[in-house]
């Protein structure tokens, strides 16, 4: 299958400090990446849609100037928590579908697990 | 709006046991269905995916059907292995184009003991 990769896969880093994760499809063009986030013991919710080329498309509740996504090319996608904060701890995964293999399937990335001090 | 409905767990069962893991979903339309499993530390990887009402996926011995009389997609396995332990997520995904969003059941974990 595809390979979606995502780094780092941890992240430690102070309170009010700026963290960039980023989100490559390896051996495919993602037009459309997405980003969720997953606190402990709970489902993954969708932060985000990252299209390639224009602005994204962010979910109710989710701050578009907290989570800066940027999707600059065909296989890749950042996602920067900007002035983090403890409650901002948590797994941030991203995802991406192939269009060679139709829009059934999505490739998850690893994870990034950010923990803010 | 869509949404899935899973069991809660934890589950913990013993190895070679017979799982079932339910899962019913609310939808508009025709929702294609998936199961994902997240390994510790890991992220999600696709499990089996059904696309249309009676289809059944199947993948490492688990399977699926899409049922869309009572909107269900229940995972089983005949018998389970200490490697199966893991969060299973059910999912939906609508439409078409590739753009649309997953709507995740909020997970099962499932704890298999040697």
């Known amino acids: 299958g595809a390979v979606v990769s995502q780094h780092p896969s941890r992240v430690i880093c102070k309170s009010g400090t700026s963290v960039k994760i980023e989100c490559r499809s390896l051996d495919f063009q993602a037009t459309t990446m997405f980003w969720y986030r997953q606190f402990p013991k709970q489902s993954l919710m969708l932060m985000a849609t990252s299209n390639e080329g224009s602005k994204a498309t962010y979910e109710q509740g989710v701050e578009k100037d907290k989570f800066l996504i940027n999707h600059a090319s065909l296989t890749l996608s950042t996602l920067t928590v900007t002035s983090a904060h403890p409650e901002d701890s948590s797994f941030y995964i991203c995802?991406?579908?192939?269009?060679?293999?139709?829009?059934?399937?999505?490739?998850f990335g690893q994870g990034t697990r950010l923990t803010v001090v | 709006g869509n949404s899935v409905t899973q069991m809660e767990g934890p589950v913990t069962l013993s190895e070679e046991a017979f799982l079932t893991i339910n899962c019913t979903y609310t939808?508009?339309?025709?929702?294609?269905l998936f199961w994902y499993v997240q390994y510790p530390g890991e992220g999600l990887q696709l499990l089996l995916k059904a696309t249309k009402a009676d289809d059944k996926g199947s993948n490492k011995g688990f399977e699926a059907t899409y049922r869309k009389e009572t909107t269900s997609f229940h995972l089983e396995k005949g018998s389970v292995q200490v490697s199966d332990s893991a969060v299973y997520f059910c999912?939906?995904?609508?439409?078409?184009?590739?753009?649309?969003?997953?709507?995740f059941g909020k997970g099962t974990k499932l704890t298999v003991n040697p």
């Open positions: 995802s991406a579908r192939n269009p060679g293999q139709g829009d059934t399937e999505a490739f």
């Open positions: 999912a939906l995904s609508e439409g078409q184009g590739g753009s649309e969003k997953l709507v």
């Open positions: 939808a508009t339309g025709y929702p294609s």
